[in-house]
């Protein structure tokens, strides 16, 4: 994690995915993931936010308080389906066990994500959870129709509730113009169906092995900003969507600043 750079472009608070579901090895990356976690969770600035990218590992664990103690946003599954529910690359929905295990992290305050579940699993989820859901990093299906982008109705159900769709620099989400004009487009679009105050950045730098036209990593954020205020967003909006719409949901009382959740 590039603390210099982050704090360098205005970054105060930062999502910290540990990915260990989609290790062939998952204990050691799990522990890996961990541990670099505990040695900088400390920061200063930014201040960090553990995420679980896949929870397989999690409920694999003979104790799983300890992460427990520390996480606060997870997503059920990486790609593929697990004992909880269907990935995006199957068609099955939750399980006995990932229900069980939803009202758990739930009841703990842990935000439930959807960016890697299955349209059933979706579903699934939504009709059982009662509070916020969010879709971390997921863009719109309506323009670009990708299965970890979201269908209208989808966006819709989140922002009903208070949760979030956080706009991803994933290129294939983004579809064949892959640069900063149609992250805009995604951001507008989902501005404009549901309004600013339910859509945000997911950015995933540290996930994807290109990035759009237009951008080098955190530092880039300046550029994305300066982009939203050509297309129209007011300060404020630009405020909600930078930074201020994620910190409502993970409880930060950081407000200072823009950058990334």
């Given at each position: ?62 104790d799983?308080?300890p ?16 004992s ?12 006995a066990?990932g ?124 550029r ?16 909600a ?21």
């Open positions: 994690m590039d603390g210099p750079r982050c704090r360098e472009a205005g970054v105060r608070n930062l999502v910290v995915a540990v990915c260990a579901e989609g290790e062939r090895d998952w204990r050691p990356a799990l522990d890996r993931g961990m541990e670099n976690w505990r040695a900088l969770r400390d920061m200063e600035a930014p201040r960090l936010h553990l995420m679980l990218e896949g929870a397989e590992p999690l409920v694999r664990l003979d799983p308080e992460i427990l103690a520390d996480l606060e946003m997870v997503t059920l599954t990486w790609n593929p389906a697990n909880l529910a269907g990935g995006v690359r199957s068609d099955s929905g939750l399980t066990k229900r069980s295990w939803v009202r758990r992290l739930e009841s703990l305050g842990v935000l439930l994500d959807v960016s890697h579940l299955c349209a059933r699993s979706r579903r699934d989820l939504l009709s059982l959870v009662e509070g916020p859901v969010v879709a971390s990093h997921s863009n719109a299906a309506g323009l670009c129709d990708h299965p970890r982008n979201l269908p209208d109705a989808d966006i819709r159900e989140l922002a009903g509730r208070g949760g979030l769709v956080g706009i991803t620099f994933v290129p294939a989400f983004l579809g064949e113009d892959a640069g900063m004009d149609a992250v805009m487009d995604h951001l507008s679009y989902v501005a404009d169906l549901v309004g600013t105050e339910a859509v945000a950045f997911g950015s995933d730098f540290d996930g994807i092995g290109r990035l759009p036209r237009g951008m080098e990593g955190c530092q880039s954020w300046a994305v900003l300066e982009a939203m205020a050509r297309r129209g967003f007011a300060d404020d909006e630009i405020r969507v930078a930074a201020e719409n994620w910190r409502r949901l993970l409880g930060s009382d950081d407000r200072e600043g823009g950058g990334s959740p």
